[in-house]
Nanobody
Framework: QVQLRESGGGSVQPGGSLRLSCAVS????????MAWFRQAPGKEREGVAG????????EYADRVKGRFTISQDNTKPTVYLQMNRLKPEDTAMYYC?????????????????WGQGTQVIVSA
């Protein structure tokens, strides 16, 4: 059984940085994609960044390109989301997810495994 546990959320001022971590436990041979999603109150869950953990292919949502970086450390194993130049509109609950590497990465229904989320608040 795959389990995901996020950490690293918190409160930060606009322009600041945070690094989220997603610790992975358990094994599945069919779930080679991991992604970060976020959901703000009253809004739909949206994909932020995705990574193919076998081949390293990376995708970003347009609104975070150039500010966020997804990476992985296979020795731990952990997936990270480095978030720089944060904006108030980045405020949301952030979730990591794992699923098969097929279909569009930003579609949440493609992921079978989810963490419980970590809260990010960007406010002056």
């Amino acid at each position: 059984q795959v389990q995901l546990r996020e950490s690293g959320g918190g409160s930060v001022q606009p322009g600041g940085s945070l690094r989220l971590s997603c610790a992975v436990s358990g094994y599945t041979s069919s779930a080679n994609r991991m992604a970060w999603f976020r959901q703000a109150p009253g809004k739909e869950r949206e994909g932020v960044a995705g990574i193919n953990i076998l081949y390293g292919g990376i995708e970003y949502a347009d609104r975070v390109k150039g500010r966020f970086t997804i990476s992985q450390d296979n020795t731990k194993p952990t997936v990270y989301l480095q978030m720089n130049r944060l904006k108030p509109e980045d405020t949301a609950m952030y979730y990591c997810a794992r699923g098969p590497a097929k279909g569009r990465w930003e579609v949440s229904s493609g992921y079978a495994y989810w963490g419980q989320g970590t809260q990010v608040i960007v406010s002056a």
